[in-house]
Protein backbone atom coordinates (compact mmCIF):
# COMPACT_ATOMS: atom_id res chain seq x y z
CA UNK A 1 0.00 0.00 0.00
CA UNK A 2 1.28 3.36 -0.77
CA UNK A 3 0.97 5.10 1.93
CA UNK A 4 3.88 7.94 1.27
CA UNK A 5 2.19 10.59 -0.75
CA UNK A 6 -0.26 11.33 2.89
CA UNK A 7 2.45 14.67 3.22
CA UNK A 8 0.67 16.86 0.62
CA UNK A 9 -2.82 15.94 1.92
CA UNK A 10 -5.47 18.52 1.80
CA UNK A 11 -7.47 20.10 4.10
CA UNK A 12 -11.30 19.50 3.39
CA UNK A 13 -13.42 22.45 3.86
CA UNK A 14 -14.48 22.18 7.84
CA UNK A 15 -18.33 21.46 8.84
CA UNK A 16 -20.26 24.35 9.20
CA UNK A 17 -19.19 25.28 5.68
CA UNK A 18 -22.00 26.16 3.04
CA UNK A 19 -21.15 23.57 0.85
CA UNK A 20 -20.20 25.48 -2.54
CA UNK A 21 -22.77 24.91 -5.27
CA UNK A 22 -22.06 23.50 -8.69
CA UNK A 23 -23.36 22.16 -11.74
CA UNK A 24 -21.64 19.06 -13.78
CA UNK A 25 -22.27 16.65 -16.17
CA UNK A 26 -23.33 13.00 -15.42
CA UNK A 27 -24.72 12.03 -19.22
CA UNK A 28 -23.44 13.90 -22.27
CA UNK A 29 -27.08 15.30 -22.23
CA UNK A 30 -28.07 15.38 -18.71
CA UNK A 31 -25.94 17.48 -15.64
CA UNK A 32 -26.71 17.56 -11.38
CA UNK A 33 -26.81 20.71 -9.60
CA UNK A 34 -26.30 20.12 -5.63
CA UNK A 35 -28.49 22.56 -4.63
CA UNK A 36 -31.65 20.56 -6.32
CA UNK A 37 -30.99 18.06 -3.25
CA UNK A 38 -31.75 20.48 -0.62
CA UNK A 39 -34.05 18.69 1.53
CA UNK A 40 -31.89 15.49 1.93
CA UNK A 41 -28.11 14.70 2.42
CA UNK A 42 -25.94 14.61 -0.08
CA UNK A 43 -22.41 12.25 -0.15
CA UNK A 44 -19.63 13.42 -2.41
CA UNK A 45 -16.65 11.06 -3.12
CA UNK A 46 -14.22 12.83 -5.06
CA UNK A 47 -11.80 10.78 -6.07
CA UNK A 48 -8.53 10.70 -8.58
CA UNK A 49 -9.11 8.35 -11.56
CA UNK A 50 -11.74 6.22 -13.30
CA UNK A 51 -10.01 2.68 -13.80
CA UNK A 52 -7.40 2.59 -10.81
CA UNK A 53 -7.77 0.19 -8.21
CA UNK A 54 -8.43 1.59 -5.29
CA UNK A 55 -11.11 3.46 -7.37
CA UNK A 56 -12.95 0.78 -8.34
CA UNK A 57 -13.11 -1.18 -4.79
CA UNK A 58 -13.82 1.89 -3.33
CA UNK A 59 -16.67 2.78 -5.71
CA UNK A 60 -18.27 -0.91 -6.28
CA UNK A 61 -18.38 -0.64 -2.08
CA UNK A 62 -20.48 2.60 -2.10
CA UNK A 63 -22.66 0.48 -5.10
CA UNK A 64 -23.15 -2.01 -2.62
CA UNK A 65 -24.41 0.04 -0.36
CA UNK A 66 -26.68 1.96 -2.10
CA UNK A 67 -29.74 0.21 0.16
CA UNK A 68 -27.95 1.66 3.35
CA UNK A 69 -27.63 5.50 2.00
CA UNK A 70 -31.15 5.48 0.46
CA UNK A 71 -32.38 4.40 3.84
CA UNK A 72 -30.28 7.15 5.11
CA UNK A 73 -32.45 9.23 2.67
CA UNK A 74 -29.11 10.49 1.09
CA UNK A 75 -27.93 10.73 -3.05
CA UNK A 76 -24.33 10.06 -3.17
CA UNK A 77 -22.33 11.19 -6.48
CA UNK A 78 -18.95 10.53 -7.01
CA UNK A 79 -16.66 13.64 -8.95
CA UNK A 80 -13.59 12.83 -10.65
CA UNK A 81 -11.50 15.41 -13.66
CA UNK A 82 -12.63 12.64 -16.27
CA UNK A 83 -14.64 13.11 -18.75
CA UNK A 84 -18.38 11.66 -19.49
CA UNK A 85 -17.59 8.73 -22.02
CA UNK A 86 -15.10 7.64 -19.70
CA UNK A 87 -16.97 7.91 -17.09
CA UNK A 88 -19.92 6.01 -18.68
CA UNK A 89 -18.01 3.35 -19.90
CA UNK A 90 -16.10 2.97 -16.31
CA UNK A 91 -19.98 3.14 -14.89
CA UNK A 92 -20.84 0.24 -16.98
CA UNK A 93 -18.01 -1.92 -16.91
CA UNK A 94 -18.10 -1.69 -13.50
CA UNK A 95 -21.60 -1.85 -12.80
CA UNK A 96 -22.33 1.74 -11.15
CA UNK A 97 -25.38 2.73 -10.85
CA UNK A 98 -25.12 6.59 -9.48
CA UNK A 99 -23.75 9.36 -11.18
CA UNK A 100 -20.23 9.94 -11.77
CA UNK A 101 -19.89 13.33 -12.27
CA UNK A 102 -17.19 15.09 -14.76
CA UNK A 103 -14.99 18.27 -13.56
CA UNK A 104 -13.82 18.54 -16.12
CA UNK A 105 -13.84 21.82 -18.04
CA UNK A 106 -12.56 23.80 -16.63
CA UNK A 107 -10.75 21.03 -15.60
CA UNK A 108 -11.08 20.39 -11.78
CA UNK A 109 -12.72 23.25 -10.71
CA UNK A 110 -15.57 21.87 -8.39
CA UNK A 111 -12.44 19.79 -6.73
CA UNK A 112 -10.64 23.10 -6.35
CA UNK A 113 -13.78 24.99 -4.67
CA UNK A 114 -13.22 21.76 -1.75
CA UNK A 115 -9.55 21.96 -1.16
CA UNK A 116 -9.16 18.73 -2.79
CA UNK A 117 -7.42 19.51 -5.96
CA UNK A 118 -3.92 17.88 -6.22
CA UNK A 119 -2.20 20.13 -8.62
CA UNK A 120 0.72 17.61 -8.65
CA UNK A 121 -1.09 15.04 -10.22
CA UNK A 122 -4.08 17.38 -11.96
CA UNK A 123 -6.25 15.01 -10.45
CA UNK A 124 -9.66 15.15 -6.99
CA UNK A 125 -8.04 13.32 -3.83
CA UNK A 126 -9.22 10.98 -2.12
CA UNK A 127 -11.96 13.00 -0.29
CA UNK A 128 -15.58 11.97 1.35
CA UNK A 129 -17.87 14.75 2.00
CA UNK A 130 -21.33 14.63 3.35
CA UNK A 131 -23.50 18.02 3.02
CA UNK A 132 -26.75 17.93 4.73
CA UNK A 133 -30.13 18.63 3.63
CA UNK A 134 -29.78 22.55 4.01
CA UNK A 135 -26.39 22.76 1.70
CA UNK A 136 -23.97 22.94 5.05
CA UNK A 137 -20.91 20.70 5.27
CA UNK A 138 -21.32 17.96 7.77
CA UNK A 139 -18.69 16.21 7.82
CA UNK A 140 -15.40 15.90 5.50
CA UNK A 141 -12.51 13.50 5.36
CA UNK A 142 -9.70 13.34 3.02
CA UNK A 143 -8.11 9.49 2.81
CA UNK A 144 -4.15 9.00 1.77
CA UNK A 145 -4.45 8.69 -2.14
CA UNK A 146 -3.72 5.29 -2.46
CA UNK A 147 -6.27 4.22 0.83
CA UNK A 148 -9.85 3.30 0.26
CA UNK A 149 -11.17 4.93 3.15
CA UNK A 150 -14.28 2.29 2.97
CA UNK A 151 -17.52 3.32 4.62
CA UNK A 152 -17.98 3.85 8.02
CA UNK A 153 -17.22 7.43 8.34
CA UNK A 154 -20.35 8.18 5.36
CA UNK A 155 -22.81 6.01 7.87
CA UNK A 156 -21.87 7.77 10.68
CA UNK A 157 -22.05 11.31 9.21
CA UNK A 158 -25.66 10.18 7.60
CA UNK A 159 -26.74 8.05 10.96
CA UNK A 160 -25.76 11.97 12.70
CA UNK A 161 -27.91 14.15 10.26
CA UNK A 162 -30.98 11.61 10.68
CA UNK A 163 -30.54 11.76 14.28
CA UNK A 164 -30.75 15.31 14.45
CA UNK A 165 -27.14 15.74 15.95
CA UNK A 166 -25.07 19.19 14.62
CA UNK A 167 -21.66 19.79 14.93
CA UNK B 1 -7.74 20.02 10.58
CA UNK B 2 -11.07 19.11 9.65
CA UNK B 3 -10.45 15.24 9.09
CA UNK B 4 -12.50 13.14 11.32
CA UNK B 5 -10.50 10.23 12.31
CA UNK B 6 -11.83 6.85 13.66
CA UNK B 7 -9.88 4.10 14.55
CA UNK B 8 -10.53 0.83 12.88
CA UNK B 9 -11.75 -2.06 14.85
CA UNK B 10 -13.76 -4.80 14.59
CA UNK B 11 -17.37 -3.49 15.60
CA UNK B 12 -19.07 -6.82 16.26
CA UNK B 13 -17.48 -8.81 18.65
CA UNK B 14 -16.23 -12.39 17.91
CA UNK B 15 -18.89 -15.06 19.23
CA UNK B 16 -18.31 -18.59 19.43
CA UNK B 17 -21.65 -19.11 18.70
CA UNK B 18 -22.40 -17.13 16.07
CA UNK B 19 -18.97 -16.88 14.35
CA UNK B 20 -17.28 -19.82 12.25
CA UNK B 21 -13.77 -20.11 14.02
CA UNK B 22 -10.71 -22.28 13.78
CA UNK B 23 -8.56 -22.34 16.28
CA UNK B 24 -9.13 -22.56 20.41
CA UNK B 25 -11.02 -20.20 22.32
CA UNK B 26 -8.11 -18.78 24.07
CA UNK B 27 -5.31 -18.64 21.46
CA UNK B 28 -3.20 -15.22 22.47
CA UNK B 29 -3.64 -14.41 19.42
CA UNK B 30 -6.96 -14.11 16.69
CA UNK B 31 -7.45 -12.96 13.01
CA UNK B 32 -9.94 -12.07 11.92
CA UNK B 33 -10.52 -12.39 7.75
CA UNK B 34 -12.98 -10.29 6.02
CA UNK B 35 -13.37 -11.89 2.72
CA UNK B 36 -15.18 -12.81 -0.66
CA UNK B 37 -15.20 -16.51 -2.19
CA UNK B 38 -14.68 -14.90 -5.91
CA UNK B 39 -12.17 -12.06 -5.07
CA UNK B 40 -9.03 -13.02 -6.43
CA UNK B 41 -6.80 -11.67 -3.42
CA UNK B 42 -8.50 -13.06 -1.07
CA UNK B 43 -8.06 -16.86 -2.99
CA UNK B 44 -4.02 -15.19 -3.15
CA UNK B 45 -4.30 -14.81 0.73
CA UNK B 46 -5.99 -18.50 1.43
CA UNK B 47 -2.61 -20.28 1.15
CA UNK B 48 -1.13 -17.39 3.73
CA UNK B 49 -3.46 -17.90 5.81
CA UNK B 50 -3.35 -21.27 6.11
CA UNK B 51 0.35 -21.24 5.83
CA UNK B 52 0.19 -18.90 9.03
CA UNK B 53 -2.12 -21.15 11.35
CA UNK B 54 0.25 -23.99 10.45
CA UNK B 55 2.93 -22.55 11.72
CA UNK B 56 1.18 -21.16 14.89
CA UNK B 57 -0.99 -23.76 16.29
CA UNK B 58 -3.18 -23.50 19.43
CA UNK B 59 -1.76 -20.09 19.45
CA UNK B 60 -3.82 -18.63 16.69
CA UNK B 61 -7.74 -18.57 16.17
CA UNK B 62 -8.85 -17.49 12.91
CA UNK B 63 -12.28 -16.25 11.95
CA UNK B 64 -14.28 -15.86 9.42
CA UNK B 65 -16.53 -13.24 7.91
CA UNK B 66 -18.40 -12.79 4.86
CA UNK B 67 -17.89 -9.91 2.39
CA UNK B 68 -19.13 -10.49 -0.49
CA UNK B 69 -19.01 -7.64 -3.77
CA UNK B 70 -21.14 -8.63 -5.64
CA UNK B 71 -21.33 -5.30 -7.96
CA UNK B 72 -17.90 -6.93 -9.06
CA UNK B 73 -18.01 -10.53 -8.45
CA UNK B 74 -21.69 -11.43 -9.41
CA UNK B 75 -21.03 -15.23 -7.61
CA UNK B 76 -19.64 -14.34 -4.31
CA UNK B 77 -22.94 -13.71 -2.92
CA UNK B 78 -24.18 -17.55 -3.94
CA UNK B 79 -20.72 -18.66 -2.82
CA UNK B 80 -21.06 -16.82 0.65
CA UNK B 81 -24.63 -18.48 0.91
CA UNK B 82 -23.43 -21.76 0.04
CA UNK B 83 -20.84 -21.77 3.14
CA UNK B 84 -23.13 -20.58 5.24
CA UNK B 85 -25.60 -23.63 4.42
CA UNK B 86 -23.16 -25.59 4.66
CA UNK B 87 -22.43 -24.58 8.33
CA UNK B 88 -25.67 -25.27 9.06
CA UNK B 89 -25.13 -28.90 8.72
CA UNK B 90 -21.72 -28.40 10.85
CA UNK B 91 -19.35 -28.11 7.67
CA UNK B 92 -18.47 -24.41 7.19
CA UNK B 93 -14.60 -25.15 6.45
CA UNK B 94 -14.65 -27.71 4.43
CA UNK B 95 -16.43 -25.82 2.01
CA UNK B 96 -14.86 -22.55 2.48
CA UNK B 97 -11.62 -24.59 1.58
CA UNK B 98 -13.05 -26.30 -1.01
CA UNK B 99 -14.45 -22.86 -2.53
CA UNK B 100 -11.11 -21.40 -2.23
CA UNK B 101 -9.46 -23.82 -4.05
CA UNK B 102 -12.13 -23.96 -7.18
CA UNK B 103 -12.33 -20.22 -7.02
CA UNK B 104 -12.59 -20.64 -11.18
CA UNK B 105 -15.90 -22.50 -11.01
CA UNK B 106 -18.75 -20.93 -8.31
CA UNK B 107 -21.87 -21.07 -10.77
CA UNK B 108 -24.71 -22.40 -8.46
CA UNK B 109 -24.57 -25.76 -10.36
CA UNK B 110 -20.56 -25.79 -9.30
CA UNK B 111 -21.57 -24.71 -6.12
CA UNK B 112 -24.59 -27.18 -6.00
CA UNK B 113 -21.83 -30.09 -7.24
CA UNK B 114 -19.40 -29.08 -4.20
CA UNK B 115 -21.98 -29.78 -1.73
CA UNK B 116 -22.48 -33.15 -3.47
CA UNK B 117 -19.33 -34.08 -3.37
CA UNK B 118 -18.83 -32.97 0.52
CA UNK B 119 -21.93 -35.35 1.22
CA UNK B 120 -23.81 -32.56 2.68
CA UNK B 121 -27.51 -33.48 2.16
CA UNK B 122 -28.19 -31.71 -0.95
CA UNK B 123 -32.13 -31.70 -1.11
CA UNK B 124 -31.74 -28.93 2.39
CA UNK B 125 -28.34 -27.93 0.35
CA UNK B 126 -30.46 -26.78 -2.77
CA UNK B 127 -34.00 -25.30 -0.94
CA UNK B 128 -31.78 -23.50 1.79
CA UNK B 129 -29.86 -21.94 -1.56
CA UNK B 130 -32.68 -21.71 -3.48
CA UNK B 131 -35.29 -19.43 -0.49
CA UNK B 132 -31.73 -17.55 0.59
CA UNK B 133 -32.09 -18.71 3.96
CA UNK B 134 -29.01 -17.39 4.73
CA UNK B 135 -28.76 -14.20 2.70
CA UNK B 136 -29.54 -12.24 6.23
CA UNK B 137 -26.46 -13.92 7.46
CA UNK B 138 -24.24 -12.93 5.06
CA UNK B 139 -25.55 -9.38 4.97
CA UNK B 140 -25.08 -9.18 8.66
CA UNK B 141 -21.51 -10.13 8.40
CA UNK B 142 -21.20 -7.77 5.00
CA UNK B 143 -22.68 -4.80 7.36
CA UNK B 144 -20.48 -5.50 10.56
CA UNK B 145 -17.09 -5.49 7.82
CA UNK B 146 -18.34 -2.26 6.71
CA UNK B 147 -18.99 -0.61 10.08
CA UNK B 148 -15.40 -2.47 11.24
CA UNK B 149 -14.08 -0.06 8.54
CA UNK B 150 -13.24 -2.70 5.42
CA UNK B 151 -12.86 -1.16 2.77
CA UNK B 152 -11.88 -4.19 0.25
CA UNK B 153 -11.40 -7.65 0.42
CA UNK B 154 -9.47 -9.18 2.72
CA UNK B 155 -8.94 -7.58 5.22
CA UNK B 156 -7.69 -8.44 8.01
CA UNK B 157 -7.98 -7.82 12.11
CA UNK B 158 -5.45 -8.55 14.77
CA UNK B 159 -7.43 -8.88 17.95
CA UNK B 160 -9.67 -6.40 16.84
CA UNK B 161 -7.62 -3.91 15.10
CA UNK B 162 -7.64 -3.42 11.26
CA UNK B 163 -4.21 -5.28 9.65
CA UNK B 164 -2.96 -2.06 7.21
CA UNK B 165 -0.29 -3.80 6.05
CA UNK B 166 0.76 -6.46 3.38
CA UNK B 167 -0.79 -10.30 4.21
CA UNK B 168 1.83 -11.96 2.72
CA UNK B 169 2.87 -14.89 5.10
CA UNK B 170 5.47 -13.47 6.91
CA UNK B 171 3.96 -9.93 7.19
CA UNK B 172 1.14 -10.93 8.80
CA UNK B 173 3.36 -13.62 11.11
CA UNK B 174 5.08 -10.86 12.57
CA UNK B 175 2.02 -8.68 13.13
CA UNK B 176 0.34 -11.93 14.72
CA UNK B 177 3.44 -12.61 17.16
CA UNK B 178 3.75 -9.03 17.73
CA UNK B 179 0.02 -9.13 18.88
CA UNK B 180 0.95 -12.02 21.03
CA UNK B 181 3.51 -10.97 23.40
Known sequence: MDLANDSAKATALAPGTEAPDFTLPSTPDQSVTLSEFRGQPVVLVFYPEDWSPVCSDQLALYQELLPEFQRLNAELVGISVDGIWSHLAFAKDRNLHFPLLADFEPKGEVSRRYQVYRSSDGTSERALYVVDADGIVHWSYVSPVGINPGADGILRALEELESGVTR | ?181
Open chain 2, 1 to 181: MTRTEWSAELALPISEERDHIEGPADAPVTLVEYGDYECPYCGAAYPMVKEVQARMGDKLRFVFRNFPITTSHPHAEHAAEAAEAAAAQGRFWEMHDYLYEHQRGLTDKDLHQYAEELGLDIDRFDSELAEHVHGPRVREDFMSGVRSGVNGTPTFYVNGRRHDDSYDTETLLAALEQAKA
